[in-house]
């Protein structure tokens, strides 16, 4: 249980996978204009997060390994990721339009959101079992979550402070992303 | 051959990757903490975007419109594993440093960006012209990057020392923090760059911005 | 959004097509690289072998019932230590290291790192010569603790943590082992 705990805060917290993996930037990047939107694409990225990280764990132990195909490996977990993103799409479009049409373009932008292929190709570099990979697949997605929230939250206040004109829109945001990541280092006791 | 020129030369500078498209960031931030590391990842990158673009290219009218997404995934997925096992064959010291990041070339926004914006519509001819144009401007991108991050934080450039000996090495260019600063730092210039060029070439324009600026400055008391 | 049934299982067909054409080359590829690949690790566990144990000439695998461990010997097929091959998790992912080990003086004779995924500049420096260097001739009972014991690499302080897990597991599977040490007590 204690471990099981250690994998969740260690993926949302001390390894967070935006501040100190690098994993997921350009969302991060790219939609974190507004609490609201980055809250949704947060809320959808970790559904996807935890359901790749079990459909991983499943085709690495049920198809990978037992066929031999190692060199499948990444085209097998992309194309998993892919048909859950679209998966998520489809249910967003039936049961939550308006976040459907706020979060627009970058649904299908979760496809390429290194964090979610990154996760899957961590679980059997890490040798995680099925519970293991739930928890850390859940752990990554609300690390993510509470990254681009915090960094919207932040921007939202942005748009009111004097920027240098060159300095505004992704450059500023990066900077920020600098502090932060300085911030989220001193989690690093934590485990 | 003028147009091949202009292919070439839009991702090298005007469209550039990194910094005027904000592609690729999470190599960008990832592996450049040293010059060599910047280098060979934009290498790799450069070589998927080449030939997965030529590929998707001499597909264009073979794949239907509907599962274009999903095929361009599962050849750029295909390239990157053969660069992957490449790499581990015969330049493995390489390999074993990028680590998790040869694979993550799949999910790189750049690689599918091109594919659905450029080689889907155009000549393989043009697309090899502009997939090497991007390529080439990525690692330039990245090497920029790994040099900056490299002489402040280890004090030296492709792994020879060019700081003396009294110099104190700034930790933080090489930890996460330092990548998020560099990069936006540079992003900074960049733009710098672009908007003075811009209001050189046209006067018309200059005034233009500068009215909107006022205008912003305003809604902002 | 009508679709005829022909141009549906055309999508299917593409799709199959692409993803057979994918897997067969790749399985090519595979069949090309993976004699490379396989002819890199074992040089590289060789290299490690040797490394760990500066005063071995020649070695011998000993089977164990999960381990890989290599007994050293000098020319004059006098044992100077073991070697083994040991493995756990790191930053980012498994962290294998070759681990040599005296079992007279009851310390260790290097380490080696033979695989990680650890952050490039950052993690992965666990693999230079200076942090890897502090290993040798540290006593078995030393606690490993990074910052202390250990002297970590900035910006790293998990990875050199989880070396310094793995090698004090690794001393204790080796002692449980019981292998016979001539000349011990």
């Known amino acids: 249980m204690i471990e099981l705990f250690l994998i969740f805060i260690g993926a949302a917290l001390v390894n967070n996978f ?62 998993a990721i892919s048909s859950i993103v679209q998966f998520v799409e489809m249910a967003l479009r039936k049961m939550f339009p308006t976040l459907y049409e706020a979060l627009g373009i970058f649904l299908p932008l979760i496809t390429t959101n290194c964090a979610i292929l990154g996760l899957a190709l961590l679980i059997p570099l890490n040798e995680y079992g099925l519970i293991q990979s739930v928890f850390f697949g859940f752990g990554a997605g609300v690390g993510f979550t509470l990254a681009i929230v915090l960094m919207a939250g932040i921007r939202e206040r942005l748009l009111f402070a004097d920027v240098p004109k060159p300095l505004q829109g992704a450059s500023i945001t990066l900077i920020t992303a600098g502090v932060m990541a300085m911030a989220f280092s001193g989690f690093l006791g934590l485990i | 051959m003028v147009r091949m020129w202009t292919d070439l030369l839009r991702g090298l500078w005007g469209e550039h990757p990194i910094f005027r498209l904000v592609l690729g960031m999470c190599p960008a931030l990832a592996v450049t903490n040293t010059a060599i590391n910047g280098m060979t990842m934009g290498l790799a990158t450069t070589f998927v975007l080449v030939t997965s673009g030529t590929i998707i290219s001499l597909l264009k009218h073979f794949i239907p419109q509907r599962v274009r997404i999903p095929s361009y995934i599962v050849i750029i997925a295909t390239f990157v594993t053969a660069a992957d096992y490449t790499l581990n064959a015969f330049w493995h010291d390489i390999h074993g440093v990028l680590g998790l990041f040869v694979p993550l070339i799949i999910v790189n926004c750049l690689i599918l960006g091109r594919a659905e914006a450029f080689s889907s519509k155009n000549t393989v001819k043009r697309t090899i012209f502009d997939s090497l144009g991007y390529g080439i401007g990525f690692t330039w991108g990245l090497v920029l990057l790994g040099v900056i991050r490299e002489v402040l934080g280890f004090g030296s450039i492709f792994g020879m020392q060019v700081m003396p000996d009294t110099f104190y090495n700034w930790t933080i260019m090489v930890l996460p923090s330092g990548a998020f600063l560099t990069l936006g730092v540079l992003l900074g210039l960049y733009n710098m760059l672009i908007q003075r060029a811009e209001s050189k070439n046209k006067v018309l324009h200059t005034v233009k911005t500068a009215s909107e600026g006022a205008f912003t400055d305003e809604s902002v008391y | 959004m009508v679709e005829k049934e022909g141009i549906e299982s055309r999508l299917i067909f593409v799709l199959v097509l692409i993803m057979i054409v994918s897997g067969v080359s790749l399985a090519g590829l595979y069949q090309w690289t993976i004699p490379h690949i396989e002819a890199h690790e074992a040089l590289a566990r060789e290299r490690a072998i040797f490394s760990v144990l500066p005063l071995a000439a020649a070695y011998e695998v000993i089977e164990t019932d999960e381990l890989l461990v290599y007994r050293g010997l000098d020319e004059a097929q006098n044992q100077v230590g073991y070697a083994m091959e040991t493995r756990g998790g790191g930053f980012q992912g498994m962290i294998t290291l070759m681990v040599g080990l005296d079992p007279e003086a009851e310390k260790l004779t290097g380490i080696e790192v033979l695989t990680m995924f650890e952050t490039p500049g950052l993690g992965a420096r666990i693999d230079e010569d200076n942090f890897k260097e502090q290993f040798t001739d540290k006593q078995f009972g030393d606690p490993f603790k990074a910052g202390k014991d250990i002297d970590t690499i900035s910006g790293a302080t998990l990875s050199v943590q989880a070396v310094g897990t793995i090698v004090s597991a690794a001393i204790t599977q080796f002692e449980a082992l019981k292998l016979d040490s001539p000349g011990g007590e």
């Open chain 1, 18 to 79: 935006i501040l100190a993996r690098f994993l997921g930037i350009c969302p991060f990047i790219g939609v974190s204009r507004q609490i609201d939107t980055s809250l949704g694409l947060g809320i959808a990225t970790t559904f996807v997060m935890t359901l790749s990280g079990i459909l991983a764990w499943f085709m690495q132990e049920f198809i990978l390994v037992p066929f031999n195909l190692p060199f499948m490996q990444y085209v097998f977990f992309i194309l």
